[in-house]
Protein backbone atom coordinates (compact mmCIF):
# COMPACT_ATOMS: atom_id res chain seq x y z
CA UNK A 1 0.00 0.00 0.00
CA UNK A 2 1.48 3.71 -1.02
CA UNK A 3 0.69 6.73 0.75
CA UNK A 4 3.43 8.81 -0.06
CA UNK A 5 3.03 12.58 1.97
CA UNK A 6 2.38 13.70 5.10
CA UNK A 7 2.10 12.00 8.64
CA UNK A 8 -1.30 13.17 9.30
CA UNK A 9 -2.12 11.81 6.02
CA UNK A 10 -0.62 8.23 6.65
CA UNK A 11 -2.30 8.13 9.51
CA UNK A 12 -5.87 8.81 7.81
CA UNK A 13 -5.16 5.92 5.74
CA UNK A 14 -5.40 3.34 8.62
CA UNK A 15 -8.36 2.36 8.32
CA UNK A 16 -7.84 1.26 4.91
CA UNK A 17 -4.47 -0.49 5.56
CA UNK A 18 -6.50 -2.33 8.35
CA UNK A 19 -9.29 -4.14 5.92
CA UNK A 20 -6.07 -4.48 3.72
CA UNK A 21 -4.03 -6.69 6.59
CA UNK A 22 -6.80 -8.55 7.94
CA UNK A 23 -7.31 -10.20 4.43
CA UNK A 24 -2.99 -10.31 3.53
CA UNK A 25 -0.66 -12.26 4.82
CA UNK A 26 1.51 -9.41 4.98
CA UNK A 27 1.23 -5.52 4.63
CA UNK A 28 4.55 -3.84 3.64
CA UNK A 29 3.18 0.01 3.21
CA UNK A 30 5.20 2.69 1.11
CA UNK A 31 5.78 6.39 2.47
CA UNK A 32 7.70 8.98 1.88
CA UNK A 33 10.60 10.69 4.83
CA UNK A 34 7.35 12.99 6.27
CA UNK A 35 5.02 10.32 6.70
CA UNK A 36 7.00 7.26 7.62
CA UNK A 37 7.30 7.48 11.59
CA UNK A 38 3.19 7.58 11.22
CA UNK A 39 3.28 4.29 8.82
CA UNK A 40 5.23 2.67 11.72
CA UNK A 41 2.51 3.68 14.16
CA UNK A 42 -0.21 2.17 12.16
CA UNK A 43 -1.89 -1.50 13.04
CA UNK A 44 -1.43 -3.97 10.44
CA UNK A 45 1.49 -2.78 9.03
CA UNK A 46 4.27 -5.15 8.74
CA UNK A 47 7.32 -2.98 7.17
CA UNK A 48 7.70 0.55 5.85
CA UNK A 49 9.70 1.24 2.81
CA UNK A 50 9.99 4.73 2.42
CA UNK A 51 10.78 6.87 -1.00
CA UNK A 52 10.64 10.21 -1.50
CA UNK A 53 7.59 11.21 -4.22
CA UNK A 54 8.67 13.83 -6.90
CA UNK A 55 5.18 14.21 -8.02
CA UNK A 56 3.73 14.53 -4.54
CA UNK A 57 6.50 15.37 -1.70
CA UNK A 58 6.41 19.06 -0.64
CA UNK A 59 10.12 19.56 -1.71
CA UNK A 60 10.01 16.89 -4.85
CA UNK A 61 13.05 15.92 -5.60
CA UNK A 62 14.17 15.17 -9.75
CA UNK A 63 12.81 12.15 -11.17
CA UNK A 64 15.71 10.78 -12.85
CA UNK A 65 16.10 7.29 -13.42
CA UNK A 66 18.30 6.62 -10.67
CA UNK A 67 15.14 7.42 -7.83
CA UNK A 68 12.86 5.80 -10.23
CA UNK A 69 15.40 2.65 -9.93
CA UNK A 70 15.58 2.83 -6.24
CA UNK A 71 11.91 2.67 -5.88
CA UNK A 72 11.50 -0.32 -8.93
CA UNK A 73 14.02 -2.09 -6.61
CA UNK A 74 12.95 -1.66 -3.66
CA UNK A 75 9.42 -3.26 -4.60
CA UNK A 76 10.89 -6.14 -6.64
CA UNK A 77 12.81 -6.98 -3.21
CA UNK A 78 9.55 -7.18 -1.33
CA UNK A 79 7.48 -9.02 -4.96
CA UNK A 80 4.12 -8.01 -3.70
CA UNK A 81 1.28 -9.77 -5.10
CA UNK A 82 -1.07 -6.05 -5.50
CA UNK A 83 -0.40 -2.94 -4.23
CA UNK A 84 -3.41 -0.22 -3.73
CA UNK A 85 -2.42 3.41 -4.09
CA UNK A 86 -3.94 5.91 -1.77
CA UNK A 87 -4.42 9.26 -2.93
CA UNK A 88 -6.18 12.65 -1.74
CA UNK A 89 -8.76 14.18 -4.43
CA UNK A 90 -5.93 16.88 -5.74
CA UNK A 91 -3.48 13.98 -6.23
CA UNK A 92 -2.71 11.41 -8.99
CA UNK A 93 -1.98 7.62 -8.62
CA UNK A 94 -1.14 7.18 -12.45
CA UNK A 95 2.75 7.94 -12.00
CA UNK A 96 3.56 5.63 -9.29
CA UNK A 97 1.23 2.92 -10.64
CA UNK A 98 3.69 3.20 -13.87
CA UNK A 99 6.54 2.77 -11.72
CA UNK A 100 4.90 -0.34 -9.93
CA UNK A 101 4.16 -1.95 -12.95
CA UNK A 102 8.12 -1.49 -14.21
CA UNK A 103 8.61 -3.14 -10.80
CA UNK A 104 6.49 -6.26 -11.27
CA UNK A 105 3.17 -5.71 -9.44
CA UNK A 106 0.83 -7.68 -10.86
CA UNK A 107 -2.48 -6.11 -9.71
CA UNK A 108 -3.08 -2.26 -9.00
CA UNK A 109 -5.68 -0.41 -7.70
CA UNK A 110 -6.05 3.02 -7.31
CA UNK A 111 -9.01 5.95 -6.76
CA UNK A 112 -8.58 7.74 -10.68
CA UNK A 113 -10.78 10.09 -12.36
CA UNK A 114 -8.35 10.13 -15.18
CA UNK A 115 -7.94 7.38 -17.79
CA UNK A 116 -5.52 5.06 -16.65
CA UNK A 117 -4.81 2.64 -19.65
CA UNK A 118 -3.48 -0.62 -18.69
CA UNK A 119 -1.76 1.15 -15.31
CA UNK A 120 -4.89 -0.09 -12.91
CA UNK A 121 -6.91 -3.11 -12.88
CA UNK A 122 -9.29 -1.86 -9.95
CA UNK A 123 -10.32 1.86 -11.09
CA UNK A 124 -12.30 3.76 -8.27
CA UNK A 125 -13.83 6.20 -9.26
CA UNK A 126 -15.57 8.99 -7.05
CA UNK A 127 -17.35 11.91 -7.18
CA UNK A 128 -15.05 15.05 -6.28
CA UNK A 129 -17.29 17.49 -6.33
CA UNK A 130 -18.83 15.37 -2.83
CA UNK A 131 -16.53 15.96 0.28
CA UNK A 132 -16.01 13.01 1.85
CA UNK A 133 -13.88 12.40 5.28
CA UNK A 134 -10.28 11.33 4.02
CA UNK A 135 -10.56 7.89 5.96
CA UNK A 136 -13.47 6.82 4.43
CA UNK A 137 -12.12 7.58 0.77
CA UNK A 138 -9.64 5.85 1.36
CA UNK A 139 -11.32 2.91 2.77
CA UNK A 140 -14.12 2.80 -0.22
CA UNK A 141 -10.98 2.28 -2.36
CA UNK A 142 -9.91 -0.82 -0.12
CA UNK A 143 -13.26 -2.56 -0.66
CA UNK A 144 -13.50 -1.98 -4.31
CA UNK A 145 -10.04 -3.58 -4.43
CA UNK A 146 -11.89 -6.39 -2.23
CA UNK A 147 -10.61 -5.90 1.25
CA UNK A 148 -13.70 -5.90 3.76
CA UNK A 149 -13.10 -4.36 7.58
CA UNK A 150 -12.54 -7.28 9.69
CA UNK A 151 -15.62 -7.97 11.84
CA UNK A 152 -15.56 -5.13 14.86
CA UNK A 153 -13.57 -2.73 13.09
CA UNK A 154 -14.96 1.00 13.97
CA UNK A 155 -13.36 2.30 10.93
CA UNK A 156 -11.61 4.79 12.93
CA UNK A 157 -7.87 5.66 13.38
CA UNK A 158 -5.85 4.36 15.45
CA UNK A 159 -2.34 3.68 16.90
CA UNK A 160 -0.24 0.67 18.11
CA UNK A 161 -0.22 0.19 21.44
CA UNK A 162 1.26 -0.26 23.81
CA UNK A 163 2.28 3.67 23.61
CA UNK A 164 5.86 4.86 25.09
CA UNK A 165 5.29 5.87 28.87
CA UNK A 166 5.71 9.65 28.87
CA UNK A 167 4.86 10.50 32.89
CA UNK A 168 8.39 11.58 33.32
CA UNK A 169 7.86 14.62 30.41
CA UNK A 170 4.38 15.85 31.44
CA UNK A 171 3.63 14.57 34.93
CA UNK A 172 0.35 12.71 35.66
CA UNK A 173 -2.46 12.75 32.67
CA UNK A 174 -5.06 15.36 32.79
CA UNK A 175 -3.20 18.64 31.20
CA UNK A 176 -4.38 20.51 27.52
CA UNK A 177 -2.10 20.33 24.80
CA UNK A 178 -1.16 22.97 22.33
CA UNK A 179 0.72 22.39 19.83
CA UNK A 180 1.30 25.44 17.58
CA UNK A 181 2.81 24.71 14.28
CA UNK A 182 1.68 23.75 11.31
CA UNK A 183 3.11 21.75 8.23
CA UNK A 184 2.19 24.72 6.32
CA UNK A 185 1.95 28.37 7.24
CA UNK A 186 -1.66 28.63 6.26
CA UNK A 187 -3.08 26.40 8.52
CA UNK A 188 -1.37 27.98 11.63
CA UNK A 189 -3.05 29.90 14.30
CA UNK A 190 -0.56 32.89 15.28
CA UNK A 191 1.75 33.08 17.81
CA UNK A 192 0.68 35.39 19.82
CA UNK A 193 -2.72 34.02 19.94
CA UNK A 194 -1.61 30.35 21.09
CA UNK A 195 0.64 32.23 23.93
CA UNK A 196 -2.53 34.10 24.64
CA UNK A 197 -4.65 31.12 24.69
CA UNK A 198 -2.31 29.00 26.68
CA UNK A 199 -2.26 32.00 28.97
CA UNK A 200 -5.91 31.96 29.54
CA UNK A 201 -5.77 28.30 29.72
CA UNK A 202 -3.33 28.35 32.58
CA UNK A 203 -5.74 31.30 34.53
CA UNK A 204 -9.07 28.88 33.49
CA UNK A 205 -7.39 25.67 36.27
CA UNK A 206 -5.95 23.94 33.42
CA UNK A 207 -2.84 22.03 32.89
CA UNK A 208 -0.81 22.98 30.14
CA UNK A 209 1.63 21.37 27.49
CA UNK A 210 3.07 22.40 24.09
CA UNK A 211 4.20 20.08 22.06
CA UNK A 212 6.22 20.92 18.70
CA UNK A 213 9.11 19.63 16.55
CA UNK A 214 12.34 19.55 16.66
CA UNK A 215 12.43 22.65 14.31
CA UNK A 216 9.32 24.39 16.14
CA UNK A 217 11.58 24.92 19.61
CA UNK A 218 11.91 28.50 19.44
CA UNK A 219 8.38 28.88 18.59
CA UNK A 220 6.76 26.52 21.52
CA UNK A 221 9.40 27.96 23.89
CA UNK A 222 7.49 31.68 23.11
CA UNK A 223 3.98 30.10 23.06
CA UNK A 224 4.83 28.33 26.77
CA UNK A 225 6.08 31.06 28.37
CA UNK A 226 6.04 30.77 32.01
CA UNK A 227 2.59 28.75 32.11
CA UNK A 228 3.24 25.79 30.35
CA UNK A 229 5.86 22.85 30.17
CA UNK A 230 7.62 23.39 27.15
CA UNK A 231 8.12 19.87 25.09
CA UNK A 232 8.96 21.42 22.06
CA UNK A 233 11.63 19.03 20.08
CA UNK A 234 11.69 16.25 22.78
CA UNK A 235 9.30 13.68 21.54
CA UNK A 236 9.38 11.28 18.98
CA UNK A 237 6.20 10.74 17.06
CA UNK A 238 5.26 7.53 19.29
CA UNK A 239 5.97 9.60 22.59
CA UNK A 240 3.53 12.63 20.84
CA UNK A 241 1.28 10.06 21.07
CA UNK A 242 1.82 8.97 24.58
CA UNK A 243 1.90 12.57 25.16
CA UNK A 244 -1.74 13.04 23.35
CA UNK A 245 -3.17 9.85 24.69
CA UNK A 246 -3.11 11.48 28.31
CA UNK A 247 -4.72 14.84 27.46
CA UNK A 248 -7.96 15.96 28.38
CA UNK A 249 -8.09 17.87 24.81
CA UNK A 250 -5.27 19.24 22.30
CA UNK A 251 -5.57 22.27 20.60
CA UNK A 252 -4.30 21.81 17.22
CA UNK A 253 -4.41 23.53 13.71
CA UNK A 254 -4.70 21.16 10.72
CA UNK A 255 -2.03 19.40 10.60
CA UNK A 256 -0.36 15.71 11.75
CA UNK A 257 -1.22 15.80 15.63
CA UNK A 258 -4.95 16.91 14.76
CA UNK A 259 -4.94 13.14 13.25
CA UNK A 260 -2.40 11.84 16.24
CA UNK A 261 -4.86 13.02 18.70
CA UNK A 262 -7.86 11.55 16.64
CA UNK A 263 -5.83 8.09 16.41
CA UNK A 264 -5.63 8.05 20.58
CA UNK A 265 -9.67 9.30 20.94
CA UNK A 266 -8.61 12.56 22.57
CA UNK A 267 -10.94 15.31 21.95
CA UNK A 268 -9.64 18.52 19.46
CA UNK A 269 -9.93 21.81 19.40
CA UNK A 270 -9.29 22.26 15.28
CA UNK A 271 -8.17 25.77 14.79
CA UNK A 272 -9.20 24.95 10.70
CA UNK A 273 -8.36 27.19 8.16
CA UNK A 274 -10.43 26.82 5.13
CA UNK A 275 -7.56 26.32 2.34
CA UNK A 276 -9.09 22.44 2.37
CA UNK A 277 -12.63 21.49 3.51
CA UNK A 278 -13.18 21.02 6.94
CA UNK A 279 -15.64 18.39 5.66
CA UNK A 280 -12.71 15.84 4.43
CA UNK A 281 -9.85 17.23 7.12
CA UNK A 282 -11.30 17.47 10.08
CA UNK A 283 -10.19 15.34 12.75
CA UNK A 284 -12.08 12.32 12.33
CA UNK A 285 -13.96 9.92 15.11
CA UNK A 286 -13.58 12.23 18.19
CA UNK A 287 -15.24 14.69 19.97
CA UNK A 288 -14.11 18.06 18.67
CA UNK A 289 -14.63 21.85 18.30
CA UNK A 290 -14.27 23.58 14.89
CA UNK A 291 -13.15 26.82 15.49
CA UNK A 292 -11.93 29.31 12.10
CA UNK A 293 -13.87 31.18 9.91
CA UNK A 294 -14.79 28.50 7.13
CA UNK A 295 -16.18 31.09 4.78
CA UNK A 296 -13.12 32.75 4.49
CA UNK A 297 -11.37 34.38 1.41
CA UNK A 298 -8.99 31.55 1.63
CA UNK A 299 -11.69 29.06 1.37
CA UNK A 300 -10.59 25.84 -1.31
CA UNK A 301 -7.46 27.54 -2.43
CA UNK A 302 -5.19 25.08 -0.49
CA UNK A 303 -3.10 28.36 -0.30
CA UNK A 304 0.02 27.37 1.45
CA UNK A 305 1.70 30.74 2.16
CA UNK A 306 -2.02 32.43 3.50
CA UNK A 307 -3.19 34.76 0.40
CA UNK A 308 -5.18 37.47 2.52
CA UNK A 309 -3.63 40.53 4.62
CA UNK A 310 -3.98 39.92 8.29
CA UNK A 311 -4.92 35.89 8.21
CA UNK A 312 -8.34 36.41 9.09
CA UNK A 313 -9.66 32.79 8.95
CA UNK A 314 -7.53 32.17 12.14
CA UNK A 315 -6.67 35.51 13.67
CA UNK A 316 -10.12 35.96 14.69
CA UNK A 317 -10.31 33.05 16.58
CA UNK A 318 -9.88 34.42 20.31
CA UNK A 319 -7.83 33.00 23.38
CA UNK A 320 -11.61 32.93 25.14
CA UNK A 321 -13.15 30.83 22.64
CA UNK A 322 -10.60 27.63 23.01
CA UNK A 323 -11.26 28.04 26.19
CA UNK A 324 -14.94 27.61 25.96
CA UNK A 325 -13.96 25.05 23.42
CA UNK A 326 -11.67 22.76 25.80
CA UNK A 327 -14.50 23.25 28.67
CA UNK A 328 -17.44 22.05 26.76
CA UNK A 329 -14.74 19.45 25.22
CA UNK A 330 -13.99 18.10 28.63
CA UNK A 331 -17.48 18.72 29.82
CA UNK A 332 -18.44 16.48 27.27
CA UNK A 333 -20.38 12.79 28.67
CA UNK A 334 -21.75 11.14 25.47
CA UNK A 335 -20.10 8.81 23.15
CA UNK A 336 -16.93 9.42 21.51
CA UNK A 337 -17.07 10.65 17.68
CA UNK A 338 -20.44 11.96 18.04
CA UNK A 339 -19.80 15.76 19.16
CA UNK A 340 -18.67 17.88 16.31
CA UNK A 341 -19.68 21.46 17.43
CA UNK A 342 -18.99 23.97 14.15
CA UNK A 343 -17.84 27.75 15.70
CA UNK A 344 -17.02 30.53 12.43
CA UNK A 345 -15.48 32.78 14.12
CA UNK A 346 -16.22 36.42 12.50
Not at 130 to 141: Q, T, W, Y
Not at 226 to 239: M, Y
Amino acid sequence: MARTDNAGDVLLAGPAIRAVAAHATGTVVLAGPNGRAAAELLPGVDRVLCWRTPWIDPEPPPLTHEHATRLIEMVREVAPDQALILTSFHQSALPLAALLRLAGVGRIAATSNDYPGSLLDVRHTVNEDVDVPEPERMLALARAAGFEPPPGDDGLLAVRHPLPEVGHLTGPGGYVVVHPGASVPARAWPAGHCAEAVRALAEAGHRVVVTGSPGETALTAYVAGEHAVDLGGRTSLAELAGVLAEADAVVVANTGPAHLAAAVATPVVSLFAPTVPAARWAPYGVANVLLGDQHAPCRGSRATICPVAGHPCLSSVTAEQVVEAVRRLTAWEGEIGHLTVKEEAS
